[in-house]
């Protein structure tokens, strides 16, 4: 804990920053190899729209991949672009052989349809399971690659020694980019999930009995202490924009005084996930590699 902390002693501060700093280490050096051999890894990023939280995010995921060795680009297309120019940009990247994975910042604007989209890029650069199709072999345990969430969240428990094997887990929000990947792979790993969300009865409730809690709900500073069971792990994934600043779905004031353990927004899980999204895009390149050969 830093001198000045808000956390109080009895609750452990989450952070992935030292973890993640190692699996870049690592990453950087393996990225230095392929350029040894001959490739160019290249990374690259899709955003529509201006949103200054979803374009903060990428803006660190590039930083973070350029620091590794990849040669990334970024490709933000207008918040109202039309469904088949964001398809005919996925085929462009699809096809070039100097792109080795691709990235899509999600969700994209509302009028977009993901699975259209995501079924015109090519599975071995999809990496983060934009398609329907590779998100299914995922939930099926047949995809190309683990969504970078999952990665980071199950990381991230190991790294702190907690238990997912029997725990129980209760994950707040719907969303079919964190939420749902999320109780597949916890359930499969013989965890008792219980997914709630705005409608969900004595929601305060079933929060309040988890020995774990993971926030995907979006909404700044939503979870309160009455929605913490004393001694739980909270996992939040939650980024919004407040006053100039980026916070998550948990009152950083207040539940950490209940909490045994809570990863701070930034700075906790954010960059295990980044970390896990350039593992993803290493695999590819290094798949890209052997294909050559």
Known sequence: MTKGSVWPAECRYL???SHSDVVLKDISARIHQLKLDGMAPNLAFVLMGDDPVHQRQVELKIRVAEEAGFSTVLHNLPGMAAQRTLNNLLDELSADIHVHA???QLPFTRHISRE?????LDPRKDIDLLSPTELGKYYLGRSLYRPAVVEAVVELLARYDVPIKGADIAILGLGEIMSRPLSVALTDMQATVTVCHLASQDLEEKTASAEILITAIGKARF???GMVG?????????QSAVGGRVVGDVDERAVPKRAGGLTPVPGGIGPL????ILKNALAAVESAAREAK
């Open 15 to 17: 952070e992935g920053r």
């Open 102 to 104: 691709v990235f899509g």
């Open 116 to 120: 259209d989209a995501g079924g015109h």
């Open 223 to 225: 979870v309160k202490w």
């Open 230 to 238: 004393d001694g739980a792990i909270v996992v939040d994934l939650g």
């Open 273 to 276: 996930i980044v970390t896990s």
